[in-house]
């Protein structure tokens, strides 16, 4: 599944106003060396979330108040339909909405991609059981979509509504998300992976605005390389295959 959160993020990187608090905020862009550190703790975040009890999902989702309460601020310039001066929060349910629903909406596609296929009903009942993080982030009742139906109708009409507009700062940033800087060139090959896979699942339009190719070639090495891991992933066992936390559950 994790595969799949580079899409995901690239979509919410999407939106100038998530973009602008990543910018202005985020330890990842701020002091790149702590990166690791950073997705580290996301990880550890989201399987709390996901696995834990119900005191380790409140304290979880305590902390993540605690982080957006220092997230706002203002556009320096237009972006898109946002004027200069738009103010963001990361409290704002409108943002929160969108970050949500790109990762519902991705890592289905994920998993069937590289492990198997879902059938409707588990599509909707994943969508269905990810809606009651809404209230601990203080989203209002029933405003996440709880069906995939629901979730496609949100999606394409924030896309219709020009709300998203992919930048440079977001082409910037999505350089360093698919070839982050290593160490050692070696290290480099681990790339290819999180870049094919990424540019493959992303929706079609936003991998136009991100200037990714998907020529005959592109689309050809992105679907070997999905393919590679759906055989792989069989032959792994589960010490290797799933989190601590989800063999725990």
Not at 218 to 239: D, E, F, M, Y
């Amino acid at each position: 599944m994790l595969l799949g959160w580079p899409a995901a993020i690239l979509m919410q990187l999407a939106h100038p106003l998530v973009l602008a608090g990543v910018l202005d905020h985020s330890v990842a862009v701020a002091q790149p060396r702590r990166r690791l550190e950073r997705l580290h703790s996301t990880i550890e975040s989201m399987l709390l979330l996901t696995f834990g009890s119900e005191q380790d999902v409140q304290r979880t989702a305590d902390k993540i108040n605690r982080i957006h309460d220092y997230v706002h601020g203002r556009l320096e310039r237009p972006a898109g339909r946002f004027a200069a001066g738009t103010g963001y929060s990361a409290h704002d349910p409108v943002l929160l909405r969108w970050v949500h629903a790109t990762l519902i909406d991705v890592l289905p596609r994920t998993y069937e991609l590289l492990v198997g296929p879902l059938s409707p009903q588990e599509k909707d009942t994943y969508c269905a059981e990810a809606t009651e993080l809404g209230p601990l982030l203080h989203m209002p009742d029933s405003y996440l979509p709880v069906t995939m139906e629901e979730l496609e109708t949100y999606m394409n009409g924030v896309y219709a509504s020009g709300a998203i507009e992919v930048t440079d700062e977001a082409r910037a940033l999505a350089a360093e998300l698919l070839a982050p800087p290593w160490p050692l060139p070696k290290w480099r090959l681990l790339c290819w992976p999180n870049a094919d896979l990424t540019i493959l699942l992303l929706p079609p339009g936003l991998r136009q605005a991100y200037g990714f190719g998907w020529g005959r070639g592109q689309q050809a090495r992105s679907r070997l390389t999905a393919g590679l891991i759906r055989r792989v992933l069989p032959l792994l066992p589960p010490l290797l295959r799933h989190w601590p936390a989800s063999r725990r559950t």
